[in-house]
């Protein structure tokens, strides 16, 4: 079974500096997927950027990094330039594809942005 | 681009009330999944589809609850004699079939559920 640990207090970030959320999983497996997905007050779930196990570059979306580090099972984003609009809750989750691809989230990181 | 929909956004429901919700997802996905989200937690799986058949249940889903998708296309969960701590937002995903971990699940608004 995979799980996931957020562990982060809320956060409050100026507007336009960077900031680095924290997520470390645990997992049996050797393929899967890592994913973050923002959640504003609306309550949708945004994806915002995908890792695979094997991939050995850290995966670029816009103003999302993630920072994957396979020995340490971290993969930690990184919102650059944050904006107000950033403020939200953040959640990592993982799949294994032999588990019908079901996500386990953590429990999510909030983020308030200040002008 | 249409995205995952869901109807109702906002029910609430006396205890004991029977509750259906319903989720469109996006049309080329054949991959369904509802999950539940609980105030201060992350989202819990529920139930997967691929195409019409029910193929993963969690043991979050008591006999209680049901779910179907009749045609493969859209979905709806059953919630039968509501209990107060069934209260929470429900959502739903879609993703492509592939079975690859790269298929990303994309989410619907969610139903937010509220048992008095």
């Known amino acids: 079974a995979q799980k996931i640990t957020q562990t982060q207090p809320g956060m409050f970030v100026q507007e336009k500096e960077a900031v680095t959320l924290d997520c470390t999983y645990d997992t049996s497996d050797q393929s899967y997927g890592l994913f973050w997905y923002k959640q504003p007050s609306s309550g949708e779930m945004i994806f915002l950027i995908y890792?695979?196990?094997?991939?050995?570059q850290n995966a670029t979306e816009g103003r999302y990094s993630l920072n994957f580090q396979k020995a340490r099972k971290s993969a930690n984003l990184v919102i650059s330039a944050s904006q107000l609009g950033d403020s939200a809750m953040y959640f990592c989750a993982m799949t294994a594809p032999y588990g019908n691809n079901r996500l386990a989230f953590g429990k999510g990181n909030q983020v308030v942005v200040i002008p | 681009d249409t995205g995952v929909s869901q109807d109702p956004r906002h029910k609430i429901t006396k205890r004991g009330q029977n509750v259906t919700f319903r989720c469109d997802p996006i049309s080329e996905h054949n991959r369904l999944y509802w999950y539940r989200q609980t105030l201060g937690q992350g989202p819990e799986f529920l139930t997967y589809?691929?195409?019409?058949?029910?193929?993963?249940k969690s043991r979050l889903l008591s006999d209680r609850f049901s779910a179907e998708r009749p045609k493969g296309s859209f979905s709806t969960l059953e919630i039968q004699r509501t209990e107060q701590g069934d209260s929470a937002m429900y959502l739903c995903?879609?993703?492509?079939?592939?079975?690859?971990?790269?298929?990303?699940?994309?989410f619907g608004p969610g139903t937010r559920l509220t048992v008095l």
């Open positions: 589809f691929q195409n019409e058949a029910q193929l993963e």
């Open positions: 995903a879609s993703s492509p079939a592939s079975g690859a971990s790269s298929d990303t699940q994309y």
């Open positions: 890792q695979g196990s094997y991939d050995e």
